[in-house]
């Protein structure tokens, strides 16, 4: 009987597509998805950048200061708004993880419910509350603390306040999801041997939620270099980023070649950044590694 | 105990009336006893019996609701664990994973301030005396959880502590591995001359392991002494059959006279009237006579000694150095006895009728 069974398992897997793993079948469909509707449009707009085989754009966009301010500008925004959001995220990731279910759940549910509005909208907003006449300069005129209203909207600062809200729960997740997993056992551990909660965080803890701050740090990071709505919206023309640039160039100019070229420069100043980041973390645990050697 | 009492000179530690409360659950309910220098000490007892409790309001981790804790004579009840001076070895042992196991020991001295080389010295010294040498530049992942648990004992021992606190130390080990580490954690701490309080729900372990026991129950502590003292003069059911196997027989006591007689339903228990066991009882009017099954001895049914019972034998097992009888009381208690007497028990049956007799020197009587 269990012998019958198994020939005919046989006879079935036998057949020319055996060899194919079945897995294969499950991913096919993405796999197709993605050649057709990312990897073609990505040649494709790589082909358009360089007509020809002429490296015209690319001379352009090298050449030209109003072009290199802004990828300059690009990644300065792009920093200081992970470094913002990181530095915000630690803390709020923290009582997430080792706080009551209470916490857990008021603050999960604050930082997913704007996670659900639109992004166009969640700017708008921003739009409400840091013009001349919005709630925040209003509550400060209204509290003695400033005369006349502070410039908050069409400033580098409105730009990073408002890529900073969109992007914290991006970089909240990854810190929760390492912190979650550090037995806080360690930290009594630490303070029995003599140490301060300072101490045993610096030693201890931070060294442990590492993995997190980066795997937050490059998410935020390549999520920012590619923002067009806030800075549109929240920035003055000075602060234009990189992608209001492409934007420009196919929708304002017509121009498609530089605007495909503007976007290759991106992607691959995204790619050497992700290289950068991976680099600084291998480099980081062969340190580590060698210092344990000692 | 009040011997003890008097003996402050080698105090390492003191509880005074350590009380713990969660809402209205009393985890910890006046809790005294002191830890002399040098000493290894277990405390013993069932889950939630607040043994752990105690062991973490030592630590510093929990702040007692009431009472006091001495380190050293010094008020420590309100001083955080990293001012302590104190060395516990956890549970899972803690270990710091993104360490070596060098940083790891190293770590206490670190914090104390104490240069990188004359760390790495007393690790590796710390090192020797555990036998893990050779395992200085390893993570705590690459090692087995025997190897772990003495890594996490030399970082409890590195920084000479005035209190070890291990707890539940064999918890996470294997059974195999246990008996091997609990005599090798009973050499390494002897050897660096460390005070001790280890916790453990496993009377064997306790036994094996410790100077004194400390019994736990429901928040109270029961009883503490050495375990002999426990095994042969238990003051509550509880400790007599917590520690070592017992049998227990609940009779009524009866003066007879020169002796205090506690007799149930086919035996009794004669105590002369001047012995320290009858004062405890002699206003009592009903008591609990503990007798150890080793301690018991068959003989022919209806012998008539002063200290007899008799019963039924249910099961008969022979264990080649020993037999196990379990013997059928006439209330349908079972009382369990081992006896190397071959000959008098080869010739008995299951189902036949037995004696048991004792002096009074095999009992202890606890008054109810």
């Known amino acids: 009987m269990t012998v019958s069974t198994n020939d005919r398992r046989e006879s079935v897997t036998a057949g020319p597509l055996s060899r194919v793993s079945p897995a294969f079948w499950l991913i096919a469909p993405s796999v197709l998805f993605l050649a057709l509707f990312f990897l073609f449009p990505l040649l494709k707009l790589v082909a358009i950048s360089l007509p020809g085989g002429s490296m015209e754009y690319y001379d352009q966009i090298f050449t030209t200061p109003v072009f290199l301010r802004v990828i300059g500008e690009t990644f300065r925004v792009s920093l200081i708004v992970t470094a913002v959001t990181v530095a915000i995220a630690y803390p709020y990731a923290y009582a997430m993880a080792h706080g009551s279910r209470a916490t857990l759940l008021v603050l999960t549910v604050a930082l997913l419910i704007p996670f659900w ?74 303070s029995i041997c003599g140490a301060s909660w300072l101490r045993g965080f610096a030693r201890i803890y931070f060294p442990m939620s590492l993995p997190g701050v980066a795997a937050s740090a490059i998410l935020a990071f390549t999520l920012a270099l590619g923002f067009y709505i806030t800075p549109a919206l929240l920035g003055s023309p000075r602060d234009m980023m990189i992608a209001q640039m492409i934007a420009g160039q196919f929708n304002e100019q017509l121009n498609f070649g530089l605007g495909a070229a503007l976007a290759v420069v991106l992607m691959v100043l995204t790619a050497m950044a992700f290289g950068l980041f991976g680099a600084a973390r291998t480099a980081l645990q062969m340190r580590g590694r060698r210092k344990g050697e000692i | 105990m009040n011997a003890a009492l008097q003996n402050t000179a080698g105090t390492a530690m003191k509880l005074e009336g350590v009380s713990k409360l969660y809402g209205s659950v009393k985890a910890l309910d006046n809790v ?72 790891n020991i190293g770590y206490p001295l670190e914090t104390r301030g104490i240069k990188r080389a004359e760390r790495e010295k007393r690790g590796m010294e710390m090192l020797e005396i555990v036998g893990l040498a050779h395992c200085a530049k390893r993570y705590p992942k690459e090692m087995s959880g025997g190897q772990q648990q003495r890594v996490a004992l030399a970082r409890a021992l590195v920084f000479k502590p005035d209190i070890v606190l291990l707890d539940e130390p064999m918890a996470a080990l294997d059974k195999k591995l246990r008996g091997q580490m609990q005599i090798e954690i009973m050499h390494i701490t002897r050897q660096v001359g460390a005070t001790v309080v280890s916790v453990t729900h496993d009377q064997e372990e306790a036994l094996v392991m410790s100077d004194r026991i400390a019994i736990f129950k429901d928040g109270r502590l029961e009883q503490i002494g050495t375990p002999h003292e426990l095994y042969l003069q238990p003051r509550s059911e509880f400790v007599a059959d917590f520690i070592g196997e017992a049998n227990l027989l609940r009779g009524v006591v009866h003066p007879a006279g020169d002796e205090i007689v506690v007799e149930g339903d086919g035996w009794k228990a004669n105590l002369p009237k001047d012995d320290p066991r009858s004062v405890s009882i002699a206003t009592a009017q009903k008591a609990c006579v503990v007798l150890r099954p080793e301690r018991i001895h068959a003989v022919p049914a209806g012998s008539g000694a ?23 009381m006439n209330d349908g208690g079972k009382v369990n006895l081992r006896s190397r007497d071959v000959a008098t028990i080869a010739g008995m049956q299951a189902g036949d009728r037995i004696g048991m007799a004792w002096t009074a020197d095999d009992i202890v009587v606890i008054g109810a």
């Open chain 1, 117 to 190: 509005v639109s992004l166009l909208l969640r700017s708008f907003s921003w739009i409400v509350l840091l013009q001349n006449t919005g709630l925040i300069n209003d509550f400060l005129i209204a509290a003695g603390l400033i005369d006349r209203p502070v410039r908050l909207i069409r400033t580098p600062l409105g730009v990073i306040i408002g890529m900073v809200h969109i992007l914290l729960p991006y970089a909240v997740l990854p810190l929760y999801t390492v912190m979650k997993k550090i037995d806080l056992r360690l930290m009594e551990a630490s």
């Open chain 2, 32 to 103: 005294s006893f002191e830890l002399r220098k040098g000493e290894f000490l277990t405390m013993l007892g069932p889950s939630g019996s607040g043994k752990t409790t105690s062991l973490r309001a030592i630590a510093g981790f929990i702040q007692p609701s009431a009472g006091r804790l001495l380190i050293d004579g010094r008020d420590m009840t309100a001083v955080p664990p990293q001012k302590r001076n104190i060395g516990m070895m956890f549970q899972d042992y803690a270990l710091f994973p993104h360490m070596t196991v060098l940083e």
């Open chain 2, 306 to 328: 002063p200290n007899e019972g008799v019963g039924v034998i249910e099961d008969k097992i022979y264990l080649g150095v020993e037999y196990r009888l379990v013997v059928r």
